[in-house]
Each structure stands twice: as C-alpha cells, then as structure tokens.
C-alpha cells in the first residue's frame, strides 16, 4: 500500500507513493517490544493519531497496519527515511516492527480481519527529507554518463520527478 507502480512493481521502478507506511508485526517482534501480546500491541498501535488502518494479519500472530506520512516522498531513499520515522515514532511507543516495510515495493497481503480498524482522521507524521547523497550527485554528474543517451530521461527523472506516467517503457 506504500506505491502505485504503472508497469512493473520495484524498488527501482518509477512510481508514485500512496502517503502510507506500513507496519508488519510477526510474534518474534511482539515478543522483543514491551507489549506482552497481540492485543496490546494492537490497542497501542490502533490509538496512534498516525495510524490510518490496522488487521490481524493473514497468520492470525501479528499485524499489519500503516501510518500516514507527510508527503514529498519521491523515491525509494525518501521512502527508507519515512519508514525509519514511522519505526522510531513506534519505537518511542515500545513497538518494534520488521524492517522489510522499508522496501517501498513491498506487498502487504489484506486478510479478513472483523475487527480491522481504519480511520480517515490520521495526522500526517513528519519524515525528515535530505537532499541527495553524494552518491546520487555523482550518478547525475554528466562526467558519470561519458554521453551515454540515457542519460537525459536520468537526469530528468531524478531533476524534474517526471510523472511516472509519462515515462515510456521498452
């Protein structure tokens, strides 16, 4: 629930982000946060202003929820840097949470859940953005590219943020 992808779901693929972070608890996280169960974990995760839905996951020992993130996430380093927020933000609260929601292509199955909870009233929870890492500057340096023909659609990609739409796939 993190990203509509228009093609081909991937981390490194285009796509544009649904403002959400989910949040996947198994029993072994559970049992390392300060919850003593399932339910507890529930209740706290579900009183948090930040959490838009929550369910008992497909297993029935853990749960699936997701967390409203303020916007501006334009890529996969944007998203890793509003899960870490979303992963302290429960931390602070002794829930541990399973770092694989930090892939922003990651599926999250729905299970039938009768007690599921959402709410459309969430408050947007604040990601700290950082401009790019050296390593980005120097991929979008046109030194890097030695005029490689790619290199415009890169460069506007990663300058422009060109809606994924308008992107042309092979």
Known sequence: PSALFPKVRGRKNPFQHTGLVCADLDETHIEQSSVSNLAEAF??????????????????????????????????????????????HLGAAGILIDRACSDVSRLCFISHDPNAYYTSNAVALTWEHIGRTAIEQ??????????????????????ERIPSEEVEYD
């Open 43 to 88: 209740e706290t995760l579900t009183s948090d202003t930040h959490c838009v839905f929550a369910f008992i996951s497909p297993s029935g020992k853990g749960i699936k929820a997701a967390f409203l993130v303020k916007g501006g996430i334009e890529d996969d380093v944007d998203h890793k840097r509003a899960y870490t927020a979303v992963k302290d």
């Open 138 to 159: 120097t991929m979008l340096s046109e030194d890097a590219w030695n005029g490689d023909p790619d290199y415009s659609l890169i460069k506007l990609f990663f300058d």
